[in-house]
């Protein structure tokens, strides 16, 4: 887009006042949007007076850092860090790969059996046989305590493949006619074609996957009990429920220090923040266009 | 379209091939050990009458994996001061695993049981089929550690039994009629105020309709920012103004003729109902007492913003009043006698009966059920009652001169200050599945923002066994009426509260009774006459021995 | 089916499946990328869809799915005798049409917005902000909501501070206003997230036709009009098809947080009433028979919707 924008000048001068209303309107949806986010962070670090009074709205007049002392005190934690990382990153280049090569596929019109295909495929967006006959499975596949079970099952979703596939239909017949000239296969021109050019739309598909394989615990809730094996979220919904225990069972316990609201706001923010940095990092290629390496460059 | 609909049959032709090879395979699944037969002991040691087993096994290392429906539950094993103990003695490795309800059947579904459940519903469907799955507590005593006699209570034991006459499971916190008899049990209910604002008010009485009433206004009147008269959250669930307020003027529990009793439509309860409609109108009450949640509930706790509350639950709670406490001392909130009842009734407040919370399995695939009851002799004997509460003597607690247990000073530090490490590394307090209130009695410590609560709710406990898991079974369509009527009751007694003008306060309670009667509302009053029958049974039975 | 027609025209069937299979051959490396994904739904989607069984059994926590005893079409019955299962699929569908109606342009909007501005750190961090909500929890927002919208809340202090009110109401408890507190704090949370396929499409449009625009003198507003939307519609259209689709769904977390006694008669939708009624209640059965339905009903839905945008496109997105 750069190019495009840098270059028309013309075009940008010509709506001066468009891009006013257009900027103003997106800056007040920001502070609307920011808002509460704003408001978990200073809860977060503030000190339990202060939170509980409910006076902490733009800044804390308590700050401390004791909320995230008490998520960290836990040393499993970066354990579980790592099992999170790995998951994600190896979750998301299978899923992704997948995909799209199934993507690929489908996307051409000619493929037989593409109905029965597409039918197979739309079922299963909306039935599922429900968690125990999916345990049983998972059970007799010996998947149970696996770290495999975060990969495995979530390798194909028809809904990614679906927009994969839209993405790919968008490729101008030309490109793949040329590599196809050049004596390139279904695959070469899969891999070394199509892959490169799709860049937004893969990135799209790892962002979608990459948040879910991080916030997924209830795949570990149902198939992991071995403790080496948890997630962050894992790790962290665990610190959450059991601050109900210290006043469900222990009253007498209960900290004076730290409010369980502000563990809670506190895990919400360590458990967010490194999924949160990946979009900027992920962002450039939204911002590429597919066609100025190819075509013009 | 048509042709989809073809497609939709081929693929369910291929489904259905799957789904039989899938059958075929799951239907040879081995049921062998699973008949409830004990295995002997083989020599691995002579059972003896008077010692626990657990000081007779010479087995060195078991692993058991214990299931607790309930995510709050803290995994931890063998690395706090309780724990380490209880693995120490017991040679014992445990693994927790927590869960809820879909997580439970799976086990069910795949026919492979954790070594220990715990469920915390008595009346639960689980529960009521314990023979299928569970091993019988007497067996196993018998068999391998007849001492657990010595440590279980007779009375729980019975409550307990299933129409086989066998009892598979053993709650904790299972209040006898001896531990009321005792004064063992703390009230848990309170109806609370201000200290500041009582003394400003010269100590009302707030006994009668018109009392309270007036007193709330005249707090409105002084204190213009503050909240009257609050309650337990109201989300979703009556909160404090449904059993707990019942209790509290003594509500009777049974009709004359010793059948059940309809509490919610006591004239006596309707009126302070009404009576708190008015306090609504009036401005006395906050309408986001209605939709605050437990955590804003306690917030509000915590800064002090009511003047007097109807407190359920108050050991869970005693937390948010410390903090107040600690930063107000001169305005805590204190339990006055409040509202009475205008038949002259006496408080009758409840506190959990025969049935306890949580209760305890060893099931049919146990590894080693040998060791699973040693394990549940031993938590439940007077040691484990100490250990789990006070922690190791000399360790974590001494005894005072007045005998009462103490905590070492380092440790209430670390109490006070470090309360995760403290949870972490100690754990005191914490391990409950087999906890009993008795043991508190021992500590001489004492949670100052709730002593005075206790203090006032002494002798005013009464037992409710008789109405204990009286609902219908789960499942059935008297469950599914009864959870509508609940949820329609919840809803018709807030909209009561808050309604304008008497007349819709009327026609409220005439339209819960009419959604009453149209939901199997007899056929429950049926059931729960009939349970109550059976419970007047087994409680007969242990009186009578 | 396949029986009969291969008895009346035996030879025919012989000979196209015989010509089905050498192009099938001609296409082997197509299919060798789709049929692994086609093998993944038949493990993982098709053989535990069994399960379904229990929409027709007695099935309770401590049954396996063989034991449980057979019942018919009695869980059936049961749902659609019971009133307040019609009252949550109204407030279902009501809540959902709000959010159709409000909440499937705003992201479109909202993504021709962010692609309209210059290049810049601005439009990254508008960008970046605006998909943050997504990742707050509905237990922590709903907190937030309920004391906004309490009586000394945020959203009254704006209103008294306007002069719209005298004194502030509790919002929460107002049953008639349920709707649009769930659809707008839905669209509120999730708008930004919504832009990231847009945008992901919208950078795979090709510059030069906006060059091209721009020389024949269109404006930009004719040019979003007649290049970015007809070139994103694809999406749109995915989108509107699986927005059409999920009509009977919403959102459990978001419902549970919300609703209050006073509100409930309004809040109640299909997901928080089959929660409560069969899995709180152990009654599986129950649950699975009304999901069960629901889907059936959703299907329905995606053939008319595709079938209608199929028609208005000239092609097929699925």
Same mark, same amino acid.
Request: proline share 0%; net charge neutral.
């Given at each position: 887009m750069k190019p495009l924008y840098s270059t028309t000048k013309k075009r940008l001068c010509s709506g001066k006042l468009f891009n006013a209303v257009i900027v103003v309107l997106l800056i007040v949806l920001s502070i609307i949007i920011i808002f509460p986010i704003w408001n978990v962070i200073v809860n977060s670090l503030s000190g339990a007076q202060a939170s509980a009074s409910g006076i902490n709205i733009f800044w804390t007049s308590e700050f401390s850092l004791e909320n995230y002392k008490a998520v960290f005190r836990d040393t499993s934690i970066w354990r579980a860090f790592i099992v999170s990382v790995l998951k994600t990153v190896l979750g998301v280049i299978c899923h992704v790969f997948f995909c799209a090569m199934v993507a690929y596929g489908m996307s051409k019109k000619t493929l037989k059996g593409r109905k029965l295909y597409t039918t197979i495929g739309v079922i299963t967006m909306f039935f599922s046989g429900g968690i125990i006959p999916t345990y049983l499975l998972i059970k007799s596949l010996g998947l149970l305590n696996s770290f495999w079970v975060y990969i495995f099952p979530a390798l194909f979703s028809y809904y990614d493949m679906i927009i994969l596939m839209n993405f790919f239909r968008q490729v101008p017949e030309s490109l793949e006619e040329s590599a196809r000239i050049d004596g390139a296969g279904v695959w070469r021109t899969f891999l070394s074609v199509i892959l490169p050019l799709s860049k937004p739309v893969l990135a799209t598909i790892a962002l979608f996957h990459g948040v879910y394989q991080w916030n997924d615990f209830m795949t570990t809730k149902l198939y992991i009990t071995k403790e080496a094996l948890y997630p962050l979220q894992m790790k962290l919904y665990e610190i959450i429920v059991q601050q109900q225990v210290t006043s469900m069972v222990n009253p007498t316990s209960v900290a004076i220090t730290t409010t369980s609201k502000g563990i809670q706001l506190a895990t919400i923010v360590v458990t967010t923040l490194p999924i949160i940095i990946i979009y900027p990092v992920l962002q450039k290629h939204f911002v590429t266009g597919m066609m100025l390496g190819s075509v013009k460059g | 379209m048509k042709q989809l609909k073809t497609r939709v049959t081929k693929v369910g032709i291929i489904w259905l091939c799957f789904t039989a090879l899938m059958l075929v395979g799951c239907g040879q699944s081995n049921s062998s050990s699973k008949t409830g037969v004990l295995q002997p002991l083989d020599g691995r040691y002579e059972v003896n009458r008077n010692t626990p087993a657990w000081q007779l096994d010479s087995k060195e290392e078991t692993t058991l994996t214990w299931y607790v429906n309930a995510d709050w539950w803290n995994t931890d094993w063998g690395n706090d001061v309780v724990t380490k103990k209880i693995k120490q003695d017991l040679k014992l490795d445990v693994k927790f695993i927590t869960g809820d309800d879909t997580k439970l059947n799976t086990y069910f579904a795949g026919e492979d049981l954790p070594d220990i459940i715990t469920i915390f519903n008595s009346s639960s469907q689980v529960a009521q089929s314990a023979n299928q799955w569970a091993y019988a507590l007497s067996d196993l005593a018998d068999q391998y550690d007849p001492y657990f006699y010595q440590t279980a209570k007779k009375d729980t034991l019975d409550w307990f039994q299933l129409s086989d006459g066998k009892t598979y499971g053993y709650p904790d916190f299972s209040n006898s009629q001896e531990d009321y008899d005792k004064g063992y049990i703390d009230a848990a209910t309170a109806f609370v105020i201000r200290k500041d604002i009582y003394e400003a008010l010269a100590r009302p009485s707030m006994g009668t309709q018109e009392e309270f009433l007036s007193v709330l206004s005249a707090i409105k009147d002084k204190y213009s920012d503050i909240i009257p008269f609050g309650f337990n959250e109201m989300s979703n669930s009556v909160g404090s103004l449904g059993e707990d307020f019942q209790n509290f003027i003594g509500v009777p529990i049974v009709n004359e003729d010793s059948t059940w009793y309809d509490r919610n439509m006591d004239e006596d309860y309707l009126s302070w109902i009404k009576t708190f409609n008015n306090a609504y109108q009036q401005g006395l009450i906050s309408d986001d007492s209605f939709s605050d949640d437990g955590t804003a509930y306690e917030e509000k706790i915590k800064t002090g913003q009511f003047a007097t509350i109807m407190l359920g639950g108050t050991p869970q709670r005693s937390g948010a009043l410390q903090i107040w406490m600690n930063s107000h001392p001169d305005s805590a909130y204190i339990a006055i006698d409040g509202p009475q009842s205008t038949k002259g009734h006496a408080p009758t407040l409840a506190q959990s009966g025969l049935s306890g919370w949580a209760v305890n399995y060893v099931t049919r695939d146990c590894k080693d059920p040998v060791k699973a009851i040693q394990l549940f002799t031993y938590l439940l004997s007077d040691e484990a009652g100490i250990l789990t509460n006070f922690g190791v003597e000399g360790e974590t607690y001494k005894f005072n001169e007045e005998g009462k247990i103490e905590l070492l000073p380092e440790i209430r530090t670390l109490k006070e200050t470090d309360n995760d490490r403290f949870k972490k590394e100690i754990r005191l307090g914490e391990f409950c599945l087999f906890g009993h209130d008795r043991y508190h009695r021992l500590g001489s410590e004492s949670i100052p923002s709730t002593e005075q609560l206790k203090e006032w709710g002494r002798g005013k406990l009464k037992t409710q066994f008789i109405i204990e898991n009286i609902e219908p079974d789960q499942g059935t369509a008297e469950a599914r009426s009864l959870s509508a009527v609940n949820t329609n009751w919840v809803t018709t007694l807030v909209a009561m509260i808050r309604s304008q003008d008497d007349n819709t306060f009327k026609q409220l309670l005439k339209d819960y009774q009419t959604f009453r009667e149209k939901n199997h509302w007899k056929a429950i009053v049926n059931i729960r006459n009939e349970k109550m029958n059976r419970n007047r049974e087994k409680l007969d039975s242990t009186i009578e021995q | 089916m396949l029986v009969q027609e291969r008895v009346l025209d035996k030879k025919s069937i012989t000979q196209r499946i015989k010509q089905w299979g050498s192009e099938f051959k001609k296409q082997l490396a197509l299919q060798s990328m789709v049929l692994p994904g086609i093998v993944f739904l038949i493990i993982f989607s098709y053989i535990p869809l069994y399960g379904l069984s229990i929409a027709f059994k007695n099935y @309770?926590?401590? @049954?396996t799915l063989s034991s449980a005893d057979w019942i018919g079409l009695e869980n059936f019955k049961i749902i659609l005798n019971d009133q307040y299962f019609w009252d949550s699929v109204v407030n279902t569908l009501g809540i959902s049409l709000l959010k159709l109606a409000f909440g499937f342009i705003t992201p479109i909007i909202l993504a021709v917005m962010i692609y309209e501005v210059k290049e810049g750190p601005f439009k990254r961090i508008v960008q970046t902000i605006s998909y943050l909500p997504h990742f707050l929890s509905w237990i922590v927002l709903g907190g937030m909501l309920i004391s906004w919208m309490s009586t000394s809340g945020m959203f009254n202090q704006i209103l008294i501070t306007l002069g719209v009110i005298n004194e502030g109401k509790n919002i929460l408890l107002d049953a008639d206003k349920y709707w649009w507190i769930a659809s707008l704090s839905d669209i509120w949370k999730e708008a930004g997230w919504g832009t990231i396929l847009y945008l992901a499409t919208m950078a795979g449009i090709d510059p030069t036709f906006y060059e091209a625009a721009r020389i024949d003198g269109a404006g930009r507003i004719r040019q979003i009009w007649s290049i970015t939307l007809p070139l994103i519609k694809p999406i749109i259209t995915l989108n509107f098809i699986l927005t059409i689709s999920g009509l009977l769904g919403s959102n459990l977390d978001q419902t549970m947080v919300l609703m209050n006694s006073q509100n409930q008669p309004k809040a109640e939708v299909i997901n928080s009433y089959v929660y409560r009624m069969g899995l709180q209640q152990g009654d599986f059965s129950y649950a699975t028979a009304a999901d069960l339905g629901v889907s059936i009903v959703s299907v329905i839905l995606l053939i008319l919707a595709h079938q209608l945008t199929k028609k208005l496109n000239d092609q097929s997105v699925l």
């Open positions: - | - | @309770s926590i401590v @049954s």
